[in-house]
């Protein structure tokens, strides 16, 4: 049983964490089935870079028309490479493009589509999996009664397992027509760690009082090479940008840690950062929700807990370089 995935890199051509991570679990179940991983990437600078974690054959198009996403074109680019190379399952991470095309990929291939996939796969029967349910507050176990299976991984449910193999590397060529391939804008992002790639998130909420106190938030973030995101009532007020709005109404939120800075905890906001792993909450309330769903709390003003985290981060920093 040969398993396809679709390695997703940044506008650089750098593999995105979530690629890594996903050819991990894909090369661990191989490892169960005996078939080989196989990998279908876009205008990748080192598609060799996939051979550290198990990845046995590596097939690339540097062609300028898949630059851009487009998910018309990407399902029939990856469902393509899915019926040649006579693939049984298809591995995506939980990106939104991912998450996206997998709808149309399992409708091209006749597969079974499961997201938000937490576990390996337990092969009986049937394939199953587990996977998060109810904005990550329950566990559900799937079984796949097709022959063929699509799942997309949830970022950070299984990490990065080096396992170096030889690996072999082509191009490919696909034939894209002209008229499809329209781009009406593109949003340009800058060098800093986005939400959806990030380890750590750093994330204020009302508390901080107003936008020019922000620089709090980023410190800390740029100490831990973190990403920064807001509660939803700081990006209504227009302190910060839609696009950092984490929770259910805005973008979920996965990261090994995820610190809430002056964030009451609204049971909207809680939802969407459940599934990160480690959760720390800043607060001057005692009785803020967030303290119940947080791992670890602080009682105390940011404005004199935060300058004082930076320092120390700073010093073990210099300690242990």
Request: aromatic share 8%; net charge neutral.
């Amino acid at each position: 049983m040969d398993i396809l995935i679709f390695a997703e890199t940044d506008d650089n051509g750098i593999f995105k964490k979530d690629a890594l991570e996903i050819a991990s679990y894909a090369a661990e179940f191989s490892s169960q089935t005996g078939g080989q991983v196989k990998a279908i990437c876009f205008n990748s600078k080192n598609p060799e870079k996939l051979s550290e974690f198990g990845v046995k054959k590596i097939i690339n198009s540097t062609d300028e028309k898949l630059k851009n996403f487009d998910a018309g074109i990407y399902s029939d680019c990856i469902s393509e490479i899915f019926n040649n190379e006579n693939c049984n399952t298809l591995i995506l991470s939980s990106s939104s493009n991912s998450k996206y095309i997998g709808g149309m990929i399992a409708v091209k291939v006749d597969a079974g589509y499961v997201t938000n996939v937490i576990s390996k796969p337990i092969i009986e029967a049937k394939l199953s999996v587990v996977r998060n349910t109810f904005t990550n507050k329950a566990f559900e176990t799937v079984e796949i009664t097709k022959s063929k299976s699509i799942l997309a991984i949830s970022k950070n449910s299984y990490g990065l397992k080096e396992n170096p193999i030889k690996s072999e590397v082509s191009e490919i060529n696909f034939n894209i027509s002209e008229a499809r391939n329209k781009v009406s804008s593109v949003e340009k992002t800058s060098n800093k760690v986005t939400i959806a790639d990030a380890d750590i998130v750093v994330s204020g909420g009302r508390g901080l009082k107003g936008p020019e106190n922000w620089h709090l938030i980023e410190n800390l973030a740029e100490v831990l090479g973190a990403a920064t995101a807001c509660s939803k009532p700081v990006s209504d007020l227009g302190w910060r940008p839609h696009s950092e709005h984490v929770g259910q109404t805005g973008k979920p939120v996965s990261s090994n840690l995820y610190i809430a800075i002056g964030i009451s905890g609204a049971i909207q906001h809680l939802a969407g950062v459940n599934s990160s792993k480690v959760k720390v909450v800043i607060n001057t309330d005692p009785e803020a929700p967030f303290f119940k769903a947080a791992d670890y709390g602080i009682v105390g003003d940011a404005f004199q807990v935060v300058p004082k985290l930076i320092d120390k981060l700073k010093e073990f920093k210099l300690a242990n370089d």
